[in-house]
T-cell receptor, first 113, second 116 residues
Framework: KAGVTQTPRYLIKTRGQQVTLSCSPI?????VSWYQQTPGQGLQFLFE???????NKGNFPGRFSGRQFSNSRSEMNVSTLELGDSALYLC????????????FGQGTRLTVV | AQSVTQLDSQVPVFEEAPVELRCNYS??????LFWYVQYPNQGLQLLLK??????LVKGINGFEAEFNKSQTSFHLRKPSVHISDTAEYFC??????????????FGTGTRLTVIP
């Protein structure tokens, strides 16, 4: 069965713009989590959605937001982009909210110029 | 608070030699433990996980790890590495019993380079 699909794979945006990233989880998976990966900070948890509800949130400013649709697809949005938002954004899906195995997509590489 | 420490940021090793990648964690509650691998320009792939039971866990690609509760460690080992094992390896934990919390806490990663 298909894995976790993230689109687009690469994005270049200008400071001050906003961006929306998409994640389609594995069929049947209801939990979607988002992570930011940067050379300086490593892998950091952004938020998790389960059945269209945000269940957990990491320590990121309010410019970072997300949502999940009834088909479990998820989007994350970053408004008023800053240079420091340049990162690889990874989405992970799992069967249930307290699941113990997450399957990751290939990520979206966001570059802010 | 919880933290995951990967003691070595880079580990070079010759092909067919054994390797150990070290991981220590600290947490006020019990945790589930994981090792993920990331190849260039890719997402993360689960190598193995410890949930309960036997402390020696076998994973994919010939890797194994041992959970040591007294030393709060979960070191990853492979008896003989291949060139294809060159990648970044991440140790991670999930807090056990945390309602609604499914987020992984990652270490900073260890870059394994296999030398021909």
């Amino acid at each position: 069965k298909a894995g976790v699909t993230q689109t687009p794979r690469y994005l270049i945006k200008t400071r001050g713009q906003q961006v929306t990233l998409s994640c389609s989880p594995i069929s049947g998976h209801r939990s979607v989590s988002w992570y930011q990966q940067t050379p300086g900070q490593g892998l950091q948890f952004l938020f998790e959605y389960f059945s269209e509800t945000q269940r957990n949130k990491g320590n990121f400013p309010g410019r970072f937001s997300g949502r999940q649709f009834s088909n479990s697809r998820s989007e994350m949005n970053v408004s008023t982009l800053e240079l420091g938002d340049s990162a690889l954004y990874l989405c992970a899906s799992s069967l249930q909210s307290t699941n113990t195995e997450a399957f990751f997509g290939q990520g979206t590489r966001l570059t802010v110029v | 608070a919880q933290s995951v420490t990967q003691l070595d940021s880079q580990v070079p090793v010759f092909e067919e030699a054994p390797v150990e990648l070290r991981c220590n964690y600290s947490s006020s509650v019990s945790v589930y433990l994981f090792w993920y691998v990331q190849y260039p320009n890719q997402g993360l792939q689960l190598l193995l996980k410890y949930l309960s039971g036997s402390t020696l866990v076998k994973g994919i690609n010939g890797f194994e790890a041992e959970f040591n509760k007294s030393q709060t460690s979960f070191h990853l080992r492979k008896p003989s590495v291949h060139i294809s094992d060159t990648a970044e390896y991440f140790c991670a934990v999930i807090l056990m019993g945390s309602t609604g919390a499914n987020n992984l806490f990652f270490g900073t990663g260890t870059r394994l380079t296999v030398i021909p």
